[in-house]
């Protein structure tokens, strides 16, 4: 019988295991705390629980989550690190700090389907899954490395894969880095999920009550060049995309995000920053730029600054919120668009 892995299971589930092994739910609000509070995986240290107690669970359970092979540090401050996983595959997530924020990027699958003609995660093709162990397990491990001095503050799903293809083991994860009682904690307002914009995702998404950021990746104002760009887009076209984002419940001053990534001659004229914001118009909308990062072998190029900013102003002037992400991590290969495991030598 395979042993089932505590890390990834609910807080509630937990207290199921405690009961079936014939202890009490308190028992397995305990392993909850000690998995996802104080980020330890080894039964034997969990000394406030019965040693016999402790015992059947070793025969039934064990506690796996990925373990960081390797971390690069770049010249920002920000770190990537690549995770080596029970099957041999690898995914990559990102550290970056910023002012009093440390904000940690993770996977949601190995490789990524979805080929974006601009992302080297496409490039991969799409591998597998991540179960929610791994997925959680990625902000543990971020938070092991960190402590004591600090910890991960914001989370953000735009790592390695499309995180609403991987539906259940993406809404668990959210479940458990957002139970405030149980789980590991994180108000839902400091965790951002993006998506190439799959509308049935969107939607079930937004009546799951979990209340974390929606991010669009959306880096086109008209079919013809989304198209061109995202092949999502010949199957979730901008007029239902858009329409399922006018009803996604939002709370009180929460905002949709937009991600446009800009590139030299494709999507970058004023024109299409004109589009931009009239297809925005009436959305509580805020929208990053994200000048193209390179990778070897793109056929896109980062438009000039004067470019850049000058689409930032026309979104301004509309009275659109508009950043400009310069990514982190660039010189290590961890920016945004440029994770991909193993690196070719
Ligand atoms: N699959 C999800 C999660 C990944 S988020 C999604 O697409 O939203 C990663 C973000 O980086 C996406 O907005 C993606 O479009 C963007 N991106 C991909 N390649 C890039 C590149 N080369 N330069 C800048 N941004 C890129």
New binding site residues.
């Given amino acids: 019988m395979s042993r089932v892995n505590l890390a990834g299971l609910l807080p509630s589930e937990l207290e199921d295991l405690a009961v079936e092994l014939g202890a009490s739910r308190y028992r397995g609000r305990q392993l909850a705390a000690w998995v996802y509070r104080k980020g330890v995986f080894d039964l034997e240290a969990m000394t406030d629980l019965p040693k016999d107690f402790r015992e059947r669970l070793t025969e039934r359970a064990v506690i796996e989550v990925p373990e960081p092979e390797r971390v690069t540090v770049s010249q920002d401050g920000s770190r990537k690190l690549v995770f080596l996983l029970a099957d041999g595959r690898r995914v990559s997530a990102v550290l970056m700090p910023d002012d009093d924020r440390m904000t940690l990027?993770v996977s949601?699958q190995v490789g990524?389907g979805?080929e974006?003609r601009?992302?080297?995660?496409?490039v991969m093709g799409f591998e597998r899954n991540l179960t929610p162990a791994e997925i959680v397990g990625q902000v543990l491990a971020a938070n092991r490395l960190l402590a004591p001095a600090q910890r991960v503050t914001h989370v953000?799903?735009?790592?390695?894969?499309?995180?609403?293809?991987n539906y259940g083991a993406l809404v668990t994860s959210l479940r458990i880095l957002t139970d405030a009682r149980l789980g590991v904690g994180y108000s839902p307002r400091r965790i951002t999920v993006?998506?190439?914009?799959l509308v049935p995702g969107i939607e079930k998404l937004g009546r799951e009550g979990l209340r974390v950021n929606l991010?669009?990746?959306l880096?086109a104002a008209t079919d013809e060049v989304r198209t061109r760009l995202?092949p999502v887009n010949r199957a979730f076209g901008l007029a239902a995309l858009m329409a399922a984002l006018r009803r996604y419940p939002l709370a009180p001053r929460q905002r949709i995000f937009f991600?446009?990534?800009?590139l030299d001659g494709v999507n970058d004229s004023p024109e299409d920053a004109r589009q931009l914001a009239r297809l925005l118009r009436g959305l509580r909308a805020k929208v990053n730029l994200?000048?193209?990062?390179?990778?070897d072998g793109?056929e896109?190029r980062?438009p000039p600054l004067p470019r850049i900013l000058a689409f930032q102003s026309v979104l301004l002037d509309a009275g659109i919120t508009t950043t400009v992400r310069w990514?982190k991590g660039e010189d290590i290969g961890a920016?945004?668009?440029?994770l991909r495991e193993p690196v070719p030598a």
């Fill in positions: 990027c949601t990524c979805f974006c601009f992302c080297l995660t496409g953000v799903f735009m790592g390695m894969g499309e995180p609403l293809a993006s998506t190439v914009g991010a669009i990746s880096h995202m991600e446009y990534v800009l994200i000048p193209f990062n390179d990778w793109a896109f980062r990514s920016a945004c668009g440029q």
